[in-house]
């Protein structure tokens, strides 16, 4: 088991969020960084977990600087943590030409193609490597039978896509503006042609329209997604928020379970994000503190 | 009067946050930016003005960004001003080759050295310029007869010594791990050697702990100051908050009057601030909305 390294460590809100490094197999043995922030704590309270992923060009540090969301786990009890958005450092040619592909842009899958497959795997990286590394380090006090997720328009397809893949992990996902259907739209069509080696079919695996229907509307889910009607990338039809509430309507889930709402006059900015934040945490504590 | 470029605006917290654009005569003619945030409104509020300063390297996007102020103004129904931290593009010889002094760093003076007076003059900028650009702007719905200040830092500095300097303009003031006394710190020597023709003896001029002295005991004034004891800079004696307290309390201000304390753990971090922000935003509100 690799060792973290810690590399910085701030008091925040009474708690303490702490950046740490370690040598991620996952990602081909690159070295990862990622913050955890712990509320202030007796010593013998173990926390329920809340992940955060943020979206294309953001890294391990955007959401707790821009979210505003450590106020309100600090007030919940609620630890958070914050993965980076990709693999660093890859070497893979072409991964630095486009922000939206390559680094910054790792899509929350374990990539197939050749080319990308040694190193772009966050699937693996947040779902089976970090619990396991944090774990192992006894001294961050985190209880992991009570996960949550949420995330940021790329982190949103991957909270949503973690969530309705590993039912078993998490009790609760939320996103704000996320990539709602990305075998139907441009940013997926990159994604899923340069790291699947089956392409956009084989993105049909990370994309919550079409997970969501393979989940049952009886199995129940809970589910909060916000979006602006002001987000130019969903006027770009980046994001497709509608055709998961068709997906899910169509799958019987009513809309208790997924709620999906527009928000007039925001757009894609840590402005509106951090608008809504203390509903998504409350929503969250919901499920993780029941 | 130089008309406003809006540069960028975003919905936030029910209000709106504006980042505006325009040549600035105080600057020498440069351009300069500034944010605005303007709380939810029915068109005829006009709110209270909190000015925030931020400290070296940042602009005016770190409050808005990293603060997590806007939750609270909005609630309070106050409107948040950021403005940057220097002239930008001055092209004055040196103003990039270090990040304490020039560009990022214009704390908050009137320079005097030929060098710089053309374009370091963020006092003229922030207390005669932008008010009057603002007010011009008849779409900005602010009441500048109920105005505070706050700022981080260098920017700490600059919220004390314009507070101290113009007491007709400001209701209130509070800072977080502010330079203190500039006249006994590195970080003063290098700014005041540069910016001021008379060096540190003219640097007393915007120094809080000097200008304190100046201010009767029995004036009356509201000031708040929150440092960490982990905090670095505190540590390298760059903000002496112990020299503000003692120079107050020789000048007859009770602890009620300017209330200096030492929060355990914290460092000169937005985590930091962050934390207690919603604190300095209920004390300003207190005396805005009095």
């Not at 950046?19 to 081909?28: N, P, V």
């Not at 060009?57 to 609620?78: M, Q, S, V």
């Not at 630095?96 to 899958?109: E, H, N, P, S």
Request: glycine letters at 12%.
């Amino acid at each position: 088991m690799a060792s973290l390294e810690t590399v910085q460590s701030n008091k925040s809100f009474g708690g303490v969020i702490t950046k740490y490094k370690f040598e991620s197999k996952a990602l081909g043995g690159l070295n990862a960084q990622f913050n955890v922030f712990v509320p202030e704590s007796d010593g013998s309270t173990k926390f329920p977990v809340l992940w955060y992923l943020a979206g294309l060009t953001c890294n391990e540090d955007t959401g707790p600087w821009k979210g505003g969301f450590l106020r309100d786990a600090a007030d919940a009890g609620i630890a958070l943590i914050f993965p980076d958005t990709s693999p660093r450092g890859a070497g893979v040619q072409g991964e630095d030409d486009d922000w939206q592909f390559g680094t910054g842009a790792g899509f929350y899958l374990n990539a197939t193609a050749d080319k990308w497959a040694k190193n772009y795997r966050m699937r693996a990286h947040i779902i089976e490597e970090l619990p396991a590394v944090i774990q192992a380090a006894t001294s961050i006090p985190l209880d992991f039978t009570r996960q949550s997720i949420f995330g940021h328009s790329m982190g949103g397809l991957g909270a949503l896509t973690l969530y309705l893949k590993h039912r078993d992990l998490f009790v609760s996902c939320s996103a704000f503006a996320p990539i709602s259907n990305p075998t139907n739209a441009p940013w997926g069509h990159t994604a899923f042609g340069g790291y699947l080696k089956g392409g956009v079919d084989e993105g049909k695996e990370y994309d919550p329209t079409e997970l969501i229907k393979t989940v049952g509307g009886d199995a129940g889910v809970h589910i909060l997604v916000d979006y602006g009607d002001a987000d130019n990338f969903y006027k770009q039809k980046q994001l497709l928020p509608e055709n998961l509430v068709a997906a899910a309507e169509k799958a019987g889930f009513p809309t208790s379970q997924v709620t999906v709402r527009a928000q007039p006059g925001y757009d894609h900015s840590y402005y509106f994000i951090s608008t809504f934040a203390p509903e998504h945490i409350k929503f969250h504590a919901k499920f993780l503190k029941a």
